[in-house]
C-alpha cells in the first residue's frame, strides 16, 4: 500500500464532495494499492483566484495544510468571459508553480462547468441518479451552456439536480474514459494520473 497526500483548492460546494471521489478513482487506474488521503479542501471562487497574489497565498496555504511530502489539485471551472482553459490553464499553472516550486502542483480547468464531463459520459449515467433510462448523447457536451440546467431538466420536476448531492454522486458513477472525449476532461485526467504517479514515487523513493 502507498499513502500519499494531497491538498485541492476548489470553487464550490459541490466539488469540495465530487474532487476526493475523482481523485480515488483515478488512483485506482493509477496503482490499486495507492490511498490518497485528501489533508484539505479549500473553496475559493474563480474571480478571486484570479486576482494578483490570491492563488499565491491560497496555494502556500494548501501546502502548509499538507504538513508534510504531498501535493496541491487545483480545479477552477474556466466560465468566465472570454475564458479557455487552454490560454488560462497555463498562465495560472505558472503562477501556482512559483509560488512554491518545491511541492507538485497541477492545475486543471474545466471548459465551463464541471458537470459537463458528466454530459459527456451520459450513456453511463442511464438510469442512475434519478436520470432516465434514454438520456440522450450530446454531440458537443462543453457546447452547452447550463450544463447543470441540462441535467435537472432531464430529472424529476421535484428533483431536480442538486449539486452537494448529485456531484459527488455522478463523479463516482459516470465512465471516465467516455467523459475524456471533452478535452477539458481528459487533460483533467491525465493531470491527476500525473501527479498521483509522481507523489506514488516520491513516497516509494523516500523523496521530500
Known amino acids: 500500500m502507498t499513502q500519499v497526500r494531497i491538498a485541492a483548492i476548489v470553487e464550490g460546494h459541490g466539488e469540495v464532495e465530487a474532487v476526493p471521489v475523482l481523485l480515488r478513482r483515478i488512483a485506482l487506474d493509477v ?3 495507492m490511498v490518497v488521503e485528501i ?4 473553496r475559493v471562487p474563480a474571480d478571486r483566484l484570479k486576482k494578483d497574489g490570491e ?11 499538507l504538513e508534510g511530502r504531498g501535493g496541491v489539485f487545483i480545479l477552477i471551472d474556466c466560465d468566465w468571459d472570454g475564458g479557455c482553459p487552454k490560454h488560462d490553464g497555463p498562465t495560472l499553472f505558472a503562477r501556482a508553480r512559483a509560488a512554491r516550486p518545491d511541492v507538485p502542483v497541477s492545475v486543471v480547468l474545466a471548459y ?10 451520459a450513456e453511463s449515467l442511464r438510469g442512475k441518479c434519478r436520470l432516465p433510462e434514454d438520456l440522450p448523447v450530446v454531440a458537443d457536451p462543453q457546447g452547452i451552456r447550463g450544463a ?13 439536480y442538486a449539486e452537494t448531492i448529485d456531484q459527488p454522486a ?10 475524456r472525449r471533452a478535452d477539458s476532461f481528459d487533460k483533467c485526467y491525465r493531470e491527476i494520473a500525473s501527479l498521483l504517479g509522481r507523489l506514488r514515487e516520491e513516497v516509494i523513493n523516500g523523496a521530500g
Open 55 to 65: 492563488l499565491e497565498r491560497t496555494v502556500d496555504l494548501a501546502v502548509r495544510k
Open 112 to 121: 465551463r462547468e464541471f458537470e459537463a464531463w458528466f454530459i459527456a459520459a
Open 148 to 160: 447543470k440546467e441540462w441535467l435537472s431538466g432531464r430529472m424529476p420536476a421535484n428533483q431536480p
Open 31 to 33: 496503482d490499486p494499492s
Open 39 to 42: 489533508r484539505s479542501l479549500i
Open 170 to 179: 455522478f463523479a463516482a458513477e459516470f465512465d471516465m474514459q467516455s467523459a
